[in-house]
């Protein structure tokens, strides 16, 4: 499979998972987004991703990802990125292992995809 078949796969999924689906940006998040500039929320991605979801192990895991207080956050809860376990059932990687480099920016890369469709979106509705 290849990059774009399979992300065209995963938000496909992710479009038809009544729990992901239910996440959208709020308009205090754009505004947020748009005021710090896309650079800077996928830095905070990768911050969140190395801290909170790259170690092997994670004490807080399933809990670790709050619902509210950042786009990110929210991004996680919809991409199935906010926690190690549905990492494993939805990105195939193996809990209990630390995150490679490799692995991690792929996930950064899911949730700034997310966090860029959901931008177009909300601009259409306007
Ligand atoms: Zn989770």
């Given at each position: 499979m290849t990059k774009d078949e399979w992300y065209k796969q995963l938000f496909e999924r992710l479009d038809k998972s009544k729990f992901r689906s239910s996440f959208h940006l709020k308009q205090k998040d754009i505004d947020?987004?748009?005021?710090?500039?896309?650079?800077v929320i996928r830095q905070h991605a990768k911050d969140f991703i190395a801290k909170r979801e790259a170690p092997a192990y994670i004490?807080?895991?399933?809990?670790?990802?709050?619902?509210?207080?950042?786009?990110v956050?929210?991004?996680q809860h919809a991409t199935a990125t906010c926690c190690r376990e549905c990492i494993r059932?939805?990105?195939?990687?193996?809990?209990?292992?630390?995150?490679?480099q490799v692995q991690q920016d792929?996930?950064?890369?899911?949730i700034m995809t997310w966090i860029q469709k959901e931008m177009e979106r909300q601009e259409h509705k306007i």
């Amino acid at each position: 499979m290849t990059k774009d078949e399979w992300y065209k796969q995963l938000f496909e999924r992710l479009d038809k998972s009544k729990f992901r689906s239910s996440f959208h940006l709020k308009q205090k998040d754009i505004d947020y987004i748009n005021e710090k500039g896309l650079a800077v929320i996928r830095q905070h991605a990768k911050d969140f991703i190395a801290k909170r979801e790259a170690p092997a192990y994670i004490a807080n895991d399933g809990k670790q990802t709050p619902m509210r207080g950042h786009p990110v956050f929210i991004a996680q809860h919809a991409t199935a990125t906010c926690c190690r376990e549905c990492i494993r059932k939805w990105h195939k990687m193996q809990p209990g292992k630390e995150l490679s480099q490799v692995q991690q920016d792929y996930l950064v890369d899911v949730i700034m995809t997310w966090i860029q469709k959901e931008m177009e979106r909300q601009e259409h509705k306007i």
